[in-house]
């Protein structure tokens, strides 16, 4: 059992930057592929960036290319995501998820999440 707790949501203004943290409770935080979502208002969940259970592979949904970086500290149980160039179309809740080591990095699926935090405000004006 993981539990997920999102933070550093907020309102900023198209072209700035904002970096999102997630805390995890549990002694496993390390053998989870980790997982950025995020749902802008009257559309689906989508997949934002993913890291593997080690921290070294990455994957980025090709809007975010360039512009995110996602990361971990498996010794602080913390999951981040360094946002920058922000665009109005970057709004939404962005939610933090776990999912098994076993699947791959490049999995952007929401059935392969085992886990989901209470997601974190991200409103980007033009």
């Known amino acids: 059992q993981v539990q997920l707790v999102e933070s550093g949501g907020g309102l900023v203004q198209a072209g700035d930057s904002l970096r999102l943290s997630c805390a995890a409770s549990?002694?496993?935080?390390?053998?989870?592929?980790m997982a950025w979502f995020r749902q802008a208002p009257g559309k689906e969940r989508e997949f934002v960036a993913a890291?593997?259970?080690?921290?070294?592979?990455?994957y980025y949904t090709d809007s975010v290319k360039g512009r995110f970086t996602i990361s971990r500290d498996n010794a602080k149980n913390t999951l981040y995501l360094e946002m920058n160039s922000l665009k109005p179309e970057d709004t939404g809740v962005y939610y933090c998820?776990?999912?098994?080591?076993?699947?791959?990095?490049?999995?952007?699926?929401?059935?392969?999440?085992?886990?989901w935090g209470q997601g974190t405000q991200v409103t980007v004006s033009s």
């Open positions: 549990g002694r496993t935080f390390g053998s989870y592929r």
């Open positions: 890291i593997g259970h080690i921290g070294i592979s990455t």
């Open positions: 998820a776990a999912a098994a080591a076993s699947t791959s990095v490049a999995t952007t699926t929401t059935r392969a999440i085992s886990f």
